[in-house]
């Protein structure tokens, strides 16, 4: 839940340090007492004092995309984890350095054969319908994410080598697994295994339409909904148990935080420019101008430590199927001009699926592939597709040479559509190969990955643990190819040997060699290593991003500045 925020910067870091424009303000306000008349003293000394956090108020999101689903057992969507955040917490907290603080859980440990977790929980935590969270809570939630895989396959995953919950005693849960996974910690602090009241889920209501009817244990409840509009969100007063990484303890500073879908960025600007919403993500680069150093504003920028935007091409699928092809398709673009025509310089280029601040980014790939034409076409040639139709496009034996994108309409923000269009404009007159982009819905989507059914995917993944991320979109029982049956065999074998391994040097080879031969088989596209970009009231203070989310937080840390008195 903690969280760690910089100013805009050149650079972006995973291990960013805390936001310390406050202390840093108040320190200044002291030293200018010096010299000062009394009415500047007593200005500056109101200036320090207002900087300290305050209790009350209510403060308004503009955000890109609505969450297709609340409940966090269910939800597969990015920018609905930081939303759900709000009323859900974990065991454990992911700190910025990669390691672990308590959170429900006060301590655990480990057995010596990785195969056990005990966990020895917090005794005074109780959901917000009144139900105790304890051992009990604990179990009914795994238990509840296993029964139901057809339907919570997002938090499954997670527990692909999970076997059972144990209630030790009323507050203490052992997690016995079916083999050592060093990616546990990782999943344990995701928002997918978060808890919701087992009175709530025994009363078997779609959880996903938010609402009252979700029950978590934390900051705030859940007490309105309005689809396409809008979600609110109020204090939960008897909040007392943050995570030790966090920049408070006690209940949240606000006493309503409202969450408003904004998908249009115009309508967004507009917004906060004229005081509608306090604070707003998916900033457009053509509106950094509008909010950075500029009066009444600020401009914040988070990290990119998790995964890059890439096109997750389904190698078993025909004309895919082929290596020709895929590298062509690679290879056959500029991609570093088009990222900067559309991002302005405010993101970077891809050259693995991992973001680049992560500790296990292989950064030997930088400058190994990529915009080259002539060769993409040789492969072309060199496959069959020799032929052009009327429009220019390739084709063999009658048949184009055509591979579709297909882009769930709730997880598209960031310009991301505009990005594969110019990618799209690019191939067809380099290399003539025709590349589809069609929006389709989550429903769609979900049908085709069932089935194993889909040809390129253009997601980010948001596990800031590489193995798992590796493992969720190229391993065989991950998100995306669990329905295929023959993924490659080299890829599988490597990440599930590097899940077997405690973090370190040799699990770091094996990542980097996945990284690099998902590349080389062009098995991916990596394009871009997003960051989310916030612009804020001046007013407001303690925005931050979660680590494990490598996106906002909550809204638990967040204060606003008392006007006028």
């Not at 000062?36 to 995309?65: E, M």
């Not at 010596?112 to 809570?137: E, I, M, Q, W």
């Not at 295994?193 to 009252?212: H, M, R, T, V, W």
Request: aromatic content about 10%; overall charge negative; proline content about 5%.
């Amino acid at each position: 839940m903690i969280h760690d925020v910089s100013r805009r910067t050149r650079a972006l870091h995973s291990n960013t340090t805390t936001f310390a424009l406050l202390g840093a303000l108040a320190f200044g306000a002291s030293l200018l007492l010096t010299g000062c008349s009394k009415s500047d003293a007593d200005t500056n000394a109101q200036r320090a004092q207002v900087l300290k956090p305050v209790s009350g108020g209510s403060l308004t999101w503009g955000v890109t995309t609505e969450p297709a689903c609340f409940d966090p057992h269910r939800s597969s969507q990015q920018n609905a984890f930081w939303v759900i955040r709000n009323y859900i917490d974990s065991l454990i907290s992911k700190k910025t350095d990669g390691t672990y603080a308590p959170w429900l859980a006060k301590s655990w440990t480990v057995a010596d054969d990785g195969k056990s977790y005990t966990f020895n929980l917090r005794d005074d935590v109780h959901f917000t319908d009144g139900t105790p969270f304890d051992a009990n809570a604990v179990k009914a939630n795994f238990d509840y994410i296993l029964k139901n895989v057809s339907t919570t396959s997002a938090s499954a995953s997670l527990l692909v080598h999970f076997d059972h919950a144990e209630v030790v005693s009323p507050y203490v849960v052992r997690l016995v697994m079916k083999q050592p996974d060093s990616t546990t910690l990782e999943s344990l602090s995701s928002v997918k295994l978060g808890f919701i009241s087992p009175k709530a889920l025994a009363d078997n209501k779609d959880l996903c339409g938010g609402g009252p009817g979700i029950v978590g244990t934390g900051p705030f409840v859940f007490s309105s909904y309005q689809r396409g509009q809008s979600a609110t969100f109020t204090r939960n007063p008897a909040y007392n148990w943050a995570p030790d990484n966090a920049q408070h303890q006690g209940a949240a500073y606000l006493e309503h935080v409202t969450y408003r879908f904004l998908p249009e960025a115009a309508v967004r600007t507009g917004a906060l420019s004229s005081g509608q919403v306090d604070l707003i993500e998916g900033v457009q680069p053509t509106d950094v101008s509008v909010f950075d150093k500029a009066d009444g504003f600020q401009y914040l920028t988070g990290p990119s430590a998790t995964t890059s935007f890439t096109l997750n091409i389904n190698y078993t699928v025909a004309p895919a199927n082929d290596v020709h092809v895929r590298r062509a398709l690679r290879d056959g673009f500029d991609l570093d001009a088009i990222v900067k025509s559309v991002y302005l310089g405010t993101v970077q280029r891809a050259w693995s699926n991992i973001g680049p601040d992560n500790p296990d980014y292989n950064a030997e790939l930088k400058h190994s592939w990529g915009n080259d034409v002539k060769e993409a076409n040789r492969l072309l040639d060199e496959a069959g597709w020799t032929e052009r139709d009327s429009e220019g496009f390739r084709t063999k034996d009658g048949k184009r040479l055509s591979i579709e994108v297909g882009y769930p309409q709730p997880y598209v923000r960031d310009s991301r559509d505009v990005l594969i269009r110019a990618i799209q404009s690019a191939l067809r007159q380099n290399i003539g190969l025709d590349l589809g982009l069609r929006i389709t819905t989550a429903g769609d989507f979900a049908n085709q990955k069932a089935t194993g059914n889909w040809t390129i995917y253009p997601n980010t993944d948001n596990p800031s643990d590489v193995a798992m991320e590796l493992w969720d979109m190229l391993g065989d029982q991950g998100f995306l190819y669990n329905a295929i049956k023959t993924p490659d065999p080299t890829i599988v074998d490597t990440i599930n040997r590097a899940r077997l391994q405690p973090v370190g040097d040799e699990r770091r080879k094996l990542l980097a060699f996945v990284q690099k031969r998902a590349v080389d088989e062009a098995f991916i596209v990596p394009l871009f290593a997003p960051a989310y970009h916030l612009a804020a009231k001046s007013t407001v203070h303690g925005v931050g991003f979660e680590p494990q989310l490598d996106g906002p937080a909550s809204s638990y840390d967040i204060w606003v500045e008392k006007q006028g008195g």
